[in-house]
């Protein structure tokens, strides 16, 4: 039976700091995840790279590694992260999240620092074994970004508190793409840039140790009316004494909902990952853009992106909250505008050959993709609140398949780096897994608590799919 409970909004507050806390977190993390795919150009030029390049070779090592090595450097990552992505949703259901999220990011910074001597000496073996470690422990950040978010943002405020700190992932990815194109083509070379992303990674490690928390109850700020608020518009959701031990394991893993949240994320990182990881090579090979261009080029999208990510969480939320649209109806079109635009545009740019056409289709492919942030990516929380953390563990070690598989892919079928033919095989690729992984989700997914959210508190509790309605006061 529905209950609706009238709750008074206390205006900005600690529910907002940790949100940007965790903002800056996953700005971080791409920082030191994304940095190769623009390095990866300036370590291993191409035969008919520019003369700075060569220049610079004189005081920065360049290799010569091959097409096939260079799609091992690139996927190594996400090897680790599908390894370690659900230990680390179950231990965050076992200890404290907010530590966790601090020796992640410790570890993955120092790694990051001490990347260019260790390949300096060596060589690629080097290279292969940091990012399968920063993978090992990058693998915490979502996890126990969403276990802590699951108890701090009350339902109709997920699409702008959540989809803000994972607009992160823009940010942080434009960032990135930008000053590593600066630096890898100054006189600094591509070893500053994993110097810097390592820097700030330890930056953040001693702001969010001062200033977050993982509980309401372990925030030195938080005032009572902000309390109040979170707890009840959370109320009969959210345990926050779960242990281990009550997970319905068989409940979750025949969900069909959480099935289809699952294939939304592959095909959703299938994509994210392909565009990151190969366009700097293809603006760079076949577009004939030097790597100083390149770096900027391929940032623009995730500025777009960025950019767009508040007006669609603000318009997402307010929909919701007016009753205009459902919440499972919601989730389902914002995929689809992220998703299945992203089929569209991968498809044209299989067949345009004009540089700056391909850059404005990169553009809109990518920024379309925030969408997603107002649909599968925040639909952990409303599966299972007190679960949130686990079941984007689960779906999360699913999606990095997309990161490993896709450059691996990109390594067999593209022999040619100038091959447009062979590009077009990769983009064409890229469309079909997002249309097919989004309709499973458009068919099969949903926005509603599900009822093994709350079966530890009575075995033989009966519920029926329906969430709380919570009417936002002010």
């Not at 259901?93 to 120092?110: H, I, P, Q």
């Not at 276990?147 to 009350?154: D, F, Q, R, T, Y």
């Not at 689809?336 to 990169?362: C, K, N, P, Q, R």
């Not at 691996?408 to 593209?414: C, D, K, N, Q, S």
Request: aromatic content about 10%; some cysteine.
């Amino acid at each position: 039976m529905n209950s609706i409970q009238k709750v008074d909004s206390p205006g900005i507050g600690c529910r907002h700091l940790q949100s940007l806390l965790l903002f800056l977190c996953v700005v971080s993390g791409y920082l030191i995840r994304v940095n190769l795919s623009v390095t990866i150009v300036a370590m291993n030029p191409v035969i008919n790279s520019t003369d700075y390049l060569r220049e610079l070779a004189d005081h920065v090592p360049i290799f010569g590694w091959t097409n096939s090595t260079r799609s091992v450097l690139l996927s190594t990552f996400f090897v680790g992260y599908l390894l370690s992505n659900f230990p680390a949703s179950v231990l965050g259901c076992r200890f404290n999240n907010k530590t966790l999220l601090a020796y992640s990011m410790t570890v993955s910074s120092v790694l990051a620092i001490v990347s260019p001597q260790l390949v300096y000496v060596y060589g690629a073996t080097a290279l292969v074994a940091v990012r399968f470690a920063q993978g090992l422990s990058s693998a915490f950040m979502f996890p126990m970004v969403h276990g802590i978010m699951s108890k701090w943002a009350p339902p109709h405020e997920r699409g702008q508190l959540v989809g803000f700190i994972a607009s992160g992932i823009q940010l942080g990815t434009m960032i990135t793409l930008a000053v590593s194109g600066a630096l890898c083509g100054s006189s600094l070379g591509w070893p500053s840039v994993y110097y810097l992303s390592g820097g700030i990674g330890l930056l953040w490690t001693v702001v969010w140790l001062l200033l977050g928390a993982g509980t309401l109850s372990t925030h030195r700020f938080i005032s009572q009316a902000e309390k109040d608020y979170i707890k009840g518009s959370l109320a009969n959701t959210v345990d926050h004494d779960i242990r281990l031990s009550d997970t319905p394991w068989k409940a979750i893993f025949t969900s069909l909902p959480v099935w289809a949240t699952t294939l939304a994320h592959i095909g959703h990182n299938w994509g994210f990952w392909l565009l990151l990881t190969e366009m700097p090579t293809f603006i760079h090979t076949v577009l004939k853009y030097d790597i100083k261009e390149d770096g900027m080029l391929s940032s623009l999208p995730y500025l777009a992106m960025f950019v767009l990510q508040i007006p669609v969480t603000f318009t997402a939320d307010f929909l919701n909250k007016r009753k205009i649209t459902t919440l499972t109806m919601s989730r389902k079109i914002w995929n689809t505008v992220s998703m299945w635009g992203g089929t569209v545009g991968l498809i044209v740019l299989g067949f345009i050959e004009d540089a700056h056409l391909t850059i404005i289709v990169y553009v809109f492919i990518v920024a379309i993709g925030c969408s997603s942030n107002a649909g599968f990516n925040i639909n952990h929380m409303d599966l299972s609140p007190n679960y949130a953390g686990l079941l984007m563990g689960i779906t999360n070690t699913a999606a990095a398949s997309g990161g490993i598989i896709a450059p691996l892919f990109v390594g067999l079928v593209v022999n040619d780096q100038t091959s447009v033919a062979e590009w077009r095989i990769v983009f064409i690729s890229g469309a079909i897994v997002l249309f097919v992984c989004n309709l499973f989700f458009i068919l099969f997914g949903s926005a509603k608590t599900q009822p093994w959210n709350s079966m530890h508190k009575n075995d033989d509790l009966k519920m029926d799919n329906t969430k709380q309605d919570i009417e936002i006061v002010g």
